[in-house]
């Protein structure tokens, strides 16, 4: 469990301990950890993965085999417990998220309780390989938007707040949306819409920043893809990586502005069949 950039003292991450109570298969377990590589050796079913899957967490706020929380919680056990001790350069933190499925996850860092859960963000930095990320090429596009904005966050934790707020904005439209959809489907009054045009602004808003921080990403992932496809199959490149997204072309160039405008638009575009189907539909980065 270790982490390093730069080849400084100071940029090395290391987790220098993990306690787990009633997550996965454990009712509790301490694991120390040594600086440089750890191996975890033994049967299938034995909880490998699930050491991994904890420190994912940590990092991610999710977990890279479930969607929701209630599978991380031991069966009989009504909340879970993640902690590690961290050590980055000479700076020493306790990390802890207890998980309580249904309610709202709950954090501290260093004992103290006066955290949200997205404040750990950063703390803990992990590079996972398992063969769930197959779902990366096989899967549906929420997949890959999932994986990058896991990504974005990783390199910029204040994005965890504007996913957070993208996800609000997105189900209390999806909410006006039922109501006037059940509204026409019973030969009721039309309903007064107007709010509708402000969610759109806030959608779009948030939208524009979950947009433009995925082109900074793919742009900044560019060299990197084409240096490793050249090591894997030289003389096969260049790679391109491009977003596509159900609203357009996008094209950060033009600034966050025009990508507001542009998913304004879009929404705009498709407000009629929305209305009528009650729900967002694929024009926006959800």
Known sequence: MHSHAGGRSAHTMHVTHLSLADFRSYARVEVPLDPGVTAFVGANGQGKTNLVEAVGYLATLASHRVSSDAPLVR??????????????????????????????????????????????????????????????????????RRFLDELVTARSPRMAAVRSDYERVLKQRNTLLKSAAMARRHGGRGMDLSTLDVWDQHLARAGAEVTAQRLDLIAALQPLADKAYEALAPGGGPVALEYRSSAGPMDQAHGREALF???????????????????????SPS
């Open 261 to 283: 405008e542009q998913l304004t638009a879009a929404l705009a575009e498709v407000r009629k069949q929305e209305i009528e189907r009650g729900v967002t539909l694929g024009r």
């Open 75 to 144: 069966m009989g056990a009504d909340r879970a417990v993640i902690r590690a001790a961290v050590t980055q350069g000479e700076r020493s933190q306790l990390v802890e998220l207890e998980l309580n499925p249904g309610r709202a996850n709950r954090a501290r860092i260093n004992r103290s309780s006066q955290v949200r859960p997205r404040d750990v963000l950063g703390i803990v930095r992990t590079v996972l390989f398992a063969p769930e990320d197959l779902s990366l090429v096989k899967g549906d596009p929420g997949e890959r």
